[in-house]
């Protein structure tokens, strides 16, 4: 008898190991929609003198479900010909009066101006699988243009998948330009 409950145990501890260790080979099962999250602006001063400007980076969380993020010279032909951007950008600033956020525009900077080109995610040949990580996107602005010390700024941010899947829309912490 205690050798048949010995032998159960055993068995039993073996079964919750198997299905422990199968449970980490599968891989997570995300949408084919790239999805974003936990958008962080930091802001650092670089340069000295006239060749001073700010550096604001932009931190997103993203998790794809075949990692088929990110362009590369090769992509940009066919259905990136026309616009081979994959990460969209759109500056707000703080209205005083208002009191809320509303999108950066002028006669000189148009809708769309700041978006831009992230890297493929994964090396290339890579088999298509989930992925999940942190894009950095970084964006110098000369000092007081467009930008003026004093204002209030954030970015509304979104990325897309080379399938044309576009993400999320998310919105950054807003900085105060010094």
Do not use: W
Request: hydrophobic content about 35%.
């Amino acid at each position: 008898m205690r050798t048949l409950f010995y032998s159960l145990r055993l068995a039993g501890l073996l079964a919750v190991a198997a299905g422990a260790v199968s449970s980490c080979l599968n891989p997570p099962e995300y949408s084919l929609t790239p999805s974003i999250d936990n958008a962080e602006l930091t802001s650092t001063r670089l340069g000295t003198g006239s060749a001073r400007r700010d550096s604001m980076v932009i931190a997103v969380t993203y998790q794809d479900g075949n990692g088929d993020l990110g362009l590369s010279d090769a992509d940009i032909a066919g259905p990136f010909a026309s616009n081979p951007k994959n990460y969209f950008l759109q500056p707000q600033l703080y209205n005083t009066t208002s009191k809320q956020f509303v999108d950066f525009t002028t006669s000189t900077i148009a809708l769309g101006q700041y978006n831009g080109r992230y890297p493929h995610i994964t090396p290339e040949g890579t088999k298509e699988a989930p992925v999940k990580g942190t894009l950095l996107y970084s964006q110098n602005f000369l000092l007081g243009s467009p930008f003026r010390p004093g204002q209030e700024v954030r970015f509304v941010v979104s990325i897309q998948d080379r399938a044309l899947n576009r993400s999320n829309v998310v919105t950054t912490n807003s900085i105060i330009i010094p």
